[in-house]
């Protein structure tokens, strides 16, 4: 299974970033082969509008079966429970922290957005 992380750093050492749409990237860690890839999210840092839809498809292709975040809006919410992607809220401080809570299984699906559209 592929989990992916909002950070803003590349390795598993990095902050957990609280935002979805706006988070520099994804940390897209594969629990079988123990394997980490690092997703730019640049383009959706930048959008002017529609961040939090163009990060949950980029999530979405990754093949990421959750995500795990501090907080994620509506839109997003929506992009990503169609996919059959489960968001996981948590204020773990990394990346490496909200994985051994997910493992744990400390972290509990969302059912819902956690935040309003355009929260920063």
Same mark, same amino acid.
């Given at each position: 299974?592929?989990? =992916?992380?909002?950070?803003?750093?590349?390795?598993? /050492?990095? +902050?957990?970033?609280? @935002?979805? %749409?706006?988070? +520099?990237?994804?940390? *897209?860690?594969? &629990?079988?082969?123990?394997?980490?890839?690092?997703?730019?999210?640049? #383009?959706?840092?930048? =959008? =002017?509008?529609?961040? %939090?839809?163009?990060?949950? /498809?980029?999530? &979405?292709?990754? %093949?990421?079966?959750?995500? &795990?975040?501090?907080?994620?809006? +509506?839109?997003?919410? @929506?992009?990503?429970? =169609?996919?059959? *992607?489960? &968001?996981?809220?948590?204020? #773990? +401080?990394?990346?490496?922290?909200?994985?051994?809570?997910?493992?744990?299984?400390?972290?509990?699906?969302? /059912?819902?957005?956690?935040? /309003? %559209?355009?929260? *920063?």
């Amino acid at each position: 299974m592929r989990i =992916a992380f909002t950070t803003t750093g590349k390795d598993l /050492e990095s +902050p957990l970033d609280t @935002r979805f %749409g706006r988070a +520099p990237g994804f940390l *897209v860690y594969d &629990v079988d082969s123990g394997v980490s890839e690092f997703i730019d999210n640049q #383009q959706s840092m930048d =959008a =002017a509008q529609g961040a %939090g839809i163009q990060a949950a /498809e980029t999530v &979405v292709r990754s %093949g990421a079966k959750a995500i &795990v975040t501090g907080h994620c809006g +509506p839109k997003a919410f @929506r992009v990503l429970s =169609a996919a059959g *992607v489960k &968001v996981y809220n948590t204020d #773990q +401080p990394t990346v490496a922290a909200a994985l051994e809570a997910f493992k744990a299984g400390t972290l509990k699906p969302a /059912e819902s957005a956690d935040v /309003e %559209g355009h929260w *920063v």
